[in-house]
């Protein structure tokens, strides 16, 4: 498996799109995997560090010795849209449940809960996120890149094999937009 | 937008941001080219940024947790100190928090504001809550303050080092054992309030913390009452689904439509109808909380709330899986818990509590039982065991379950014991009628190890994925390490690498294994050897399940390979350390040499001493000694020699006066290296007992060995052994018990419950052991003259002849000896076998303590104390045991026996 998954990142790096195809879904299943581990135990004060998350599944799937540093960079490349998927429908499908939608999981403790300040709305900006797409689809990149996957700018520029200044420009400018499109 | 537009908006926008704000306008004007589309984009864009510039500046990871906690590190509250947010919700924030005023640390309630905007319901919260507080229960957490303090009113209670139920459900199901152990502590608490008249009404796993020690504590008593009447009174929308239910109760649970609280699962049929409750609501609170404990699930569920409360006036509570090992008797208190008339429930917490408590003692005589199944095949006890199908039992057609039908004592058992027999499919105990009543006998009012939080643990031997390329020391070196790093942890229960050392063949089934050590959990290790370095793989297996819930992969560089054994164990322990939330006991002993030679002599010499048989102890001693050679600052294998020169002396019948100083020798130097080496005190403490008569001083240092390391079967073992010398025999009995919790495959362990059976003259008991153990191992020699002796002192005489019979055979004796004992027992009886067997000494084996209890026996006191002055001369190591042994009874009152006495142990 650990071989298989090198050998298909070293393939996708040199260019071979096909390789992602059969790539995505093995870091896929890995990684739900693991964050459905995590939700599980997720509790208050505790959070879901969705970067270590994707390089737990990193040094598990991949023959770390036999990458290249860049590899490591295109692995969180992919990890990183994969994550916006599993974080937004967790969150969604915790909205139905908080709705009463499901089976009776809230607690007294929930349920008496105050409104969350200061809290990102995962669902919102996921929306947002896709229409940015349409407009500038590389700074959704970034956004998933930066946001879902914890790449630093350097990093993030090595996995779109852009400089790191447009990285930066992009960054800033995807969250200004974002933080308009979500409004209040 | 054209994209040309897009990236003019981009760049200006960036270099906007570069500019002084007082500058912008007139830099836009330029920049923009005139194009009023960018340039109201530009702006646009950069009045979102200037709102809110850290808006998701953050990764995911870091944006998830809940609401701000109102306290942060090290802030001060009242004369509190914030230490860590706990939790949080409706109830308010949980802090943990140190009282400056006391020093020590408590839990601090942050009680929301909202609620409390009234005098007299603080003050009837503060009575109620301390009222259960005052009842200083156990199980009941203790109320330091409330108060009020920088406008926020606050409870500061114990701090409990541990988790609420809900969180240990939601990351692990529950044993059988553990249930009941909950239930009954919870139950006992709820029997406690309700005598001073409170009812808890919020019987819930958010509000039961399970303390890393096992005890259990209920929390909020009095709290959901004051919530009540807040909401009765700000929320006025009610549930069209609850338009049916008492005006007042809808008023109370409903928050929102749709939204009801999570407490309607544990609500009574009473209270969903909106009915006055009474102390049996508790009751069924607690069943229901039982039935979750058993299944994972609560019993009364629904796509809405609406229709849990519909459920739970309306239907039976389900019934529990027949599949899921549940006793019978675990089955029929959830039931009546459950039934939906107040009558016909238990009508007092105090019936439940007392039903779940006599449960729990029977549970923990059956997993005592359970030790012995794997022995079964050897089973050569007076009543035959024989494994039948008797079909389905009757309340359940599919449980396949086999009971032991053609054991008619099994018949005779009392009803509830024979439906633990039933207990599952694959948990099939086979034991014989005798074992159970002698264990029910004996059963004594011991909370089970495994009832608590602490899990039990057992590392197996390395495997090689690939056998070309296997490297055996490193196999048995990394699991020895990784016991090593293990047992330090506050939250395992690791079995000793001796237990586990065996199980090396690589084909070895790690759930078998557990099963075999009756552990929690498996540790199977697999690893690979490439160039320079090594890809290791933990599963951590459940064995109750058989799943692998954790699987660590990693790769080191292979370098030293003592480092390498040591990132290796740190890895697993710090990823178990987290995974398990435990913490890590410093003081305990590590390896203790860096070198690599030295290292593998100690394990091998120690294998071969634990092999307990004078020619593998002489080949440890030999091992250990060269250990200490080529590392002479390495006190674990100076404690090693020590025992493996113990064990030569006890084993040989030699003079011990050598042995006995090389032994002393080599745990002084232990000690000086290292004076926290449980095993060194151990050592110590038995050589006291055994050679120096010194008990006082014996006794001291088996206490700190127990202290050092908690979970040494061997601490237990050496020190349950001076306790049945000094005649305190249920203390011992409680050692050896502890001893064989941790160790439950040693026979030593399991032959020492007999002896200490046999010393506190619980002689129907102690045969009961004995021959257990010659079933696990019949060719454990030493303990047929415990039984031969045991039975002697009942008058037994003709089972205890048949078997000496079986010693003899066992030993291979030939058979002219064999016949000369047969005539002498023809003749005289089994004190001719005694007679016998003096004269011929040396070809059965046997000590002079022996000959001594014999000629006592016999009547024989000038040679029976002749034979205890060689005894006392040689110093053999039976002498502790002069105060207590039985056989020696006939000597009592003689002033040369009281002599002797005296002298082993002074005035």
């Known amino acids: ?55 737990e599944a990193y040094l598990r799937l991949v023959d770390v010795k036999n990458v290249q540093w860049q590899n490591r960079a295109h692995f969180f490349a992919i990890a990183a849209n994969l994550m916006r998927r599993i974080l937004v429908d967790h969150a969604r499908r915790r909205d139905a449940e908080k709705r009463g939608g499901s089976q009776v999981l809230l607690t007294l403790d929930d349920a008496f809960a105050a409104p969350k300040h200061g809290d990102v709305d995962l669902l919102a900006i996921d929306q947002a996120l896709t229409k940015l797409a349409t407009i500038d689809s590389q700074q959704a990149r970034v956004v998933e890149l930066r946001f879902f996957s914890g790449l630093t700018v350097e990093e993030t520029a090595t996995a779109l094999n852009v400089s790191p200044k447009s990285v930066k420009r992009d960054w800033s400018v995807a969250r200004a937009w974002l933080r308009r499109e979500i409004g209040d | ?186 139950a006992s608490a709820l029997q406690a309030a309700h005598e001073a008249g409170i009812v808890h009404r919020d019987v819930k796993p958010e509000n039961i913390m399970l303390r890393r020690d096992g005890v259990v504590k209920v929390l909020d008593f009095g709290l959901v009452k004051l919530i009540e009447e807040h909401r009765t009174e700000r929320e006025g929308e009610v549930d069209p689904m609850l338009a049916d239910s008492h005006p007042s109760f809808a008023s109370t649970f409903v928050t929102s439509p749709g939204v009801v609280l999570g407490t309607v699962a544990y609500m009574s049929p009473e209270q969903a109808r909106g009915e006055e409750v009474d102390l049996r609501t508790d009751v069924w609170s607690l069943g229901v909380l039982l039935h979750e404990m058993i299944t994972g699930h609560a019993p009364f569920v629904g796509a809405t709330p609406g229709d849990v409360l519909t459920s739970i006036r309306e239907h039976d509570a389900p019934a529990l899986p027949s599949d899921a090992g549940v006793p019978v008797e675990l089955r029929r208190i959830v039931t009546k818990a459950l039934t939906k008339e107040k009558s016909g429930r238990y009508q007092s917490v105090g019936e439940i509590a007392r039903d779940l408590k006599n449960l729990k003692e029977e549970l923990t005589v059956e997993s005592r039982l359970k030790r012995f199944r794997h022995s079964d095949s050897n089973l050569d006890l007076s009543v035959k065991v024989t494994k039948q199908n008797l079909g389905e039992t009757a309340d359940n057609a599919a449980t396949k379950t086999r009971v032991n039908n053609s054991n008619a004592f099994v018949k005779h058992l009392p009803e509830q014991i024979k439906h633990h027999l039933v207990l599952t499919g694959a948990a099939v105990i086979l034991f014989t009628g005798v074992i159970a009543l002698t264990y029910l006998a004996i059963s004594r009012n011991k909370t089970d190890l495994d009832a608590g939080p602490k899990r039990s643990i057992a590392v197996l031997p390395l495997k090689p994925i690939d056998e070309a390329r296997r490297d055996k020391i490193l196999e048995t070196g990394i699991a020895d390490t990784l016991v090593q790093h293990l047992s330090s942890m506050r939250g395992f229960i690791v079995r000793s690498f001796n237990a586990t050392h065996g199980y090396e063949n690589p084909a070895q089934d790690a759930i078998a294994a557990g099963r075999e050590q009756q552990v929690d959990y498996v540790i199977s290790t697999s690893y690979e050897l490439g160039d320079g370095h090594i890809h290791i793989r933990a599963d951590i297996v459940n064995v109750a399940s058989g799943q692998t819930e954790y699987i660590y992969q990693f790769e080191k560089t292979f370098s030293d390979v003592l480092v390498l054994q040591d990132a290796i164990a740190d890895e697993i322990e710090n990823r178990l350390r987290t ?158 018990e502890t001893a064989i919790d941790l160790e439950p495959t040693s026979k030593f362990n399991q032959r020492n419950y007999g002896r200490a059976l046999f010393y506190a003259r619980r002689y129907p008991e102690a045969v009961t052991q004995f021959k257990r153990v010659i079933a696990m191992d019949q060719n454990f020699v030493g303990t047929y003259s415990w039984l031969t002796s045991t039975l002697a002192l009942q008058g037994k005489e003709s089972e205890a002849y048949e078997w000496f019979r079986k010693l003899l055979s066992v030993r291979k004796v030939d058979d002219e000896t064999v016949k000369t004992f047969e005539r002498a027992y023809q003749t005289s009886g089994w004190r001719g076998v005694w007679r016998e067997w003096l004269t011929k000494f040396d070809k059965v084996g046997g000590t002079n303590f022996d000959g001594a209890a014999y000629n006592a026996q016999l009547g024989e006191r000038d040679k029976a104390l002749e034979y205890l002055e060689t005894v006392f001369q040689r110093r053999e190591i039976w002498l502790t045991y002069l105060r207590v042994d039985p056989r020696l009874d006939p000597l009592r009152n003689d002033p040369r026996f009281i002599e002797l006495l005296t002298r082993v142990e002074g005035e």
């Open chain 2, 1 to 186: 937008m054209t994209s040309q537009q897009w990236q003019l908006v981009k760049e200006v926008f960036e270099a906007t941001l570069e500019c002084d704000s007082k500058e912008r306008t007139a830099f836009l004007d330029g920049a923009c080219c005139g194009d009023d589309e960018v340039r109201k984009e530009v702006e646009s864009l950069l009045t979102a940024h200037d709102r809110d510039g850290d808006f998701m500046n953050e990764p995911i990871g870091k944006l998830i947790p809940d609401d701000k906690p109102i306290l942060t590190a090290g802030q001060r509250f009242g004369h509190y100190e914030e230490i860590s947010l706990l939790g949080q919700g409706g109830m308010g924030q949980v802090h943990l928090a140190l009282d400056t005023r006391l020093g020590r640390k408590v839990a601090l309630k942050l009680l929301p504001i909202s609620y409390i905007h009234d005098a007299d319901r603080v003050q009837r919260l503060e009575r109620e809550a301390r009222a259960a507080s005052a009842l200083n229960h156990p199980n009941i957490v203790t109320i330091h303050e409330i108060g009020e303090a920088e406008s926020l009113h606050f409870m500061a209670t114990e701090f409990i080092d541990g988790v609420t139920l809900r969180e240990h459900l939601t990351n692990a199901r529950m044993t059988v054992g553990e249930v009941v152990e909950v239930g009954a502590q919870v």
């Open chain 2, 579 to 736: 995974q398990f939330a435990t913490t890590s006991n410093p003081t305990t002993a590590r390896r203790g040499t860096t070198n690599k030679e030295a290292y593998r002599l100690y394990l091998h010499g120690m294998y071969l001493a634990n092999n307990r048989n004078i020619q593998d102890a002489q080949l440890a001693v030999q091992a250990l000694e060269q250990a200490v050679e080529l590392d002479p600052n390495y006190a674990r294998a100076w404690a090693g020699l020590a025992y493996a020169h113990r064990t030569v002396s006890i084993w040989s019948d030699l003079t011990t006066r050598e042995t006995h100083e090389k032994s002393i020798a080599a745990i002084n130097r232990a000690l000086q290296l290292d004076e926290n080496l449980s095993e060194g005190h151990s050592a110590l403490c038995e050589n006291k007992y055994l050679y120096e008569w010194d008990f006082a001083g014996a006794e001291r240092e088996c206490k700190r060995a127990i202290e050092l390391e908690p979970n040494s079967s061997q601490a237990h073992e050496i020190y349950s052994r001076y306790l049945m010398g000094r005649g305190r025999h249920d203390e011992a009995i409680a050692e050896i």
């Open chain 1, 1 to 55: 498996m650990s071989q298989n998954i090198t050998h298909l990142l070293k393939e996708w790096s040199n260019g071979d799109e096909r390789a992602l195809n059969e790539l995505t879904p093995l870091v896929y299943g890995e990684l739900r995997q693991q964050a459905a581990r995590y939700m599980r135990k997720e509790r208050p004060g505790h959070s879901l560090q969705a970067t270590a998350l994707i390089n």
